[in-house]
C-alpha cells in the first residue's frame, strides 16, 4: 500500500500569511494526487487534482506543487474562510490513502 | 444541482449488520464510479470501499474486505454499502462521494453529508 505523510499536523498562521503544506508519498503516484478541505462538521471539499489543477470554483490562492514524490498545497494569502484542516489523497492505486491531515489554525 | 444523501446509519451491536444507502441526484448515475470514505469524528480520513460505474468492479480496504460488500443500483440511482461482523474500530462517520470526471480529474468531487454508524453494546 502507498503510504501518504503529510506534514505539519498543526500550522497555525494569520490572515494574510503564505502558508505551505507537504505530502510525501512513499513511493511513485505518477501525480494521482488530491487535496481537500474539511470544516468542523462538514464533509470534504475537493481542491486540486492531478496535483496541481484546480478544482473549478476554487479560488486562485491555492496551488498545488509536486517534486518527485513529494507535494505541497499553498495557500498564497490565508483568508479567515481558510482555516480548516486539509487532506491530501492519493489515486494512482487501490487502496486509496489519505494522508493524516493538517489543522490550519488562527495565530 | 449534484447532490449525495446518505442514509442508514444506527447504533449497532458488535457483530451486527447495517446497510448504507447514498441517493444521487443531479447527474448521470452510471458514468460515474463511487465511493465509501469514513472518518472516526476528530480524526482523519479513511478510504473505505469504490464501485465502477457499471458495478462489475469493487476494491476494498484491507480493514473491511470480506465483511463489507459496495453495490449500486443504477436504475434507482443509489449506492450500498453493506456491512456485517461490524467491530468497535467501525465507528464512524461514512462518507458516499463521486468519484470526478474526465481523466485526470478523479479525485472524489462530490460528497454526501456523511451518516452516522456507532457500533457498540
Known amino acids: 500500500d502507498i503510504q501518504m505523510t503529510q506534514s505539519p499536523s498543526t500550522l497555525s498562521a494569520s490572515v494574510g500569511d503564505r502558508v505551505t503544506i507537504t505530502c510525501r508519498a512513499s513511493q511513485s503516484i505518477n501525480s494521482w494526487l488530491a487535496w481537500y478541505q474539511q470544516k468542523p462538521g462538514k464533509a470534504p471539499k475537493f481542491l486540486i487534482y492531478k496535483a496541481s489543477s484546480l478544482e473549478s470554483g476554487v479560488p486562485s490562492r491555492f496551488s498545488g506543487s509536486e517534486s518527485g514524490t513529494e507535494f505541497t498545497l499553498t495557500i498564497s494569502s490565508l483568508q479567515p474562510d481558510d482555516f480548516a484542516t486539509y487532506y491530501c489523497?492519493?489515486?494512482?492505486?487501490?487502496?486509496?490513502?489519505f494522508g493524516q491531515g493538517t489543522k490550519l489554525e488562527i495565530k | 444541482e449534484v447532490q449525495l444523501l446518505e442514509s442508514g446509519g444506527d447504533l449497532v451491536q458488535p457483530g451486527g449488520s447495517l446497510r448504507l444507502s447514498c441517493a444521487a441526484s443531479?447527474?448521470?448515475?452510471?458514468?460515474?464510479?463511487m465511493g465509501w470514505v469514513r472518518q472516526v469524528p476528530g480524526r482523519g480520513l479513511e478510504w473505505v470501499s469504490s464501485v465502477s460505474g457499471s458495478g462489475t468492479s469493487t476494491y476494498y480496504a484491507d480493514s473491511v474486505k470480506g465483511r463489507f460488500t459496495i453495490s449500486r443500483d443504477n436504475s434507482k440511482n443509489t449506492l450500498y454499502l453493506q456491512m456485517s461482523s461490524l467491530r468497535a474500530e467501525d465507528t464512524a462517520i461514512y462518507y458516499c462521494?463521486?468519484?470526478?470526471?474526465?481523466?485526470?480529474?478523479?479525485?472524489?468531487?462530490?460528497w454526501g453529508q456523511g451518516t452516522m454508524v456507532t457500533v457498540s453494546s
Open positions: 443531479g447527474f448521470t448515475f452510471n458514468n460515474y464510479a
Open positions: 462521494a463521486k468519484r470526478g470526471l474526465p481523466v485526470p480529474r478523479e479525485g472524489f468531487d462530490i
Open positions: 489523497q492519493q489515486y494512482n492505486s487501490y487502496p486509496y490513502t
